[in-house]
């Protein structure tokens, strides 16, 4: 029977703790990826409310200031927003 190569893991402290305190790893991971999961959704809302940010404000500076509108556009489009064909289609709105 061959020997079994070794494998470099890295264990977290945590689970090493957790371990040692008689508990069971899983819950580790099961509250680990609850953490994560909620720190998801608390940035995936912040990436959108900034978004809308973005939007508001373009709108509002191409109202003020219509000379800069391509430019604006522009910003938009390269930040992630709206293209300029979109918009075209849906009458500035998205």
Do not use: C, H
């Not at 991971?29 to 900034?50: C, D, L, P, S």
């Not at 709206?82 to 918009?87: A, F, T, V």
């Amino acid at each position: 029977m061959a020997a079994k190569p070794e494998l470099d893991v890295a264990v977290p402290r945590e689970v090493i703790q957790y371990i040692e305190d008689g508990r069971n790893p899983d819950i580790y991971t099961r509250e680990f990826i609850e953490i994560v999961v909620k720190q998801n959704q608390f940035m995936k809302g912040k990436m959108e409310a900034y978004r809308d940010f973005r939007d508001v404000l373009a709108d509002q500076i191409k109202v003020s200031f219509p000379e800069l509108a391509g430019k604006v556009d522009d910003v938009i489009e390269g930040t992630g927003g709206r293209k300029k064909k979109e918009e075209s289609q849906n009458g500035g709105s998205s």
